[in-house]
């Protein structure tokens, strides 16, 4: 059974950091681009940041570039997205999301992944 399991959401201050984990298992891991979004209240999800094992990692937002940075942990199955500089703006559900191919997609659309977590909350307050 594929799975994806997102942590490391919560509540933090303008300026605070998190480190968001994205858990993997039932699939070969090496064989898939993984994909952080989000989703904030009223608004269209929207593709964050993308890492696959061919040609590393991909922004696909410019409001987060210097800010978070996608890595990854491949004998542990795992994806990390460190946030730091966290803005009220930054709030949302973030999603990992599996897509089996050895490159990120160019463009950030959740349409073409295979597989999605159950997202966590992000919240920063001002």
Known sequence: E??????GGGLVQAGGSLRLSCAASGFTFDDYAIGWFRQAPGKEREGVLCISSSDGSRYYTDSVKGRFTISSDNAKNMVYLQMNRLKPEDTAVYYCAALRSYQCPYFG???VYDYWGQGTQVTVSS
């Open 2 to 7: 594929v799975q994806l399991v997102e942590s």
């Open 109 to 111: 659309l959740g349409e």
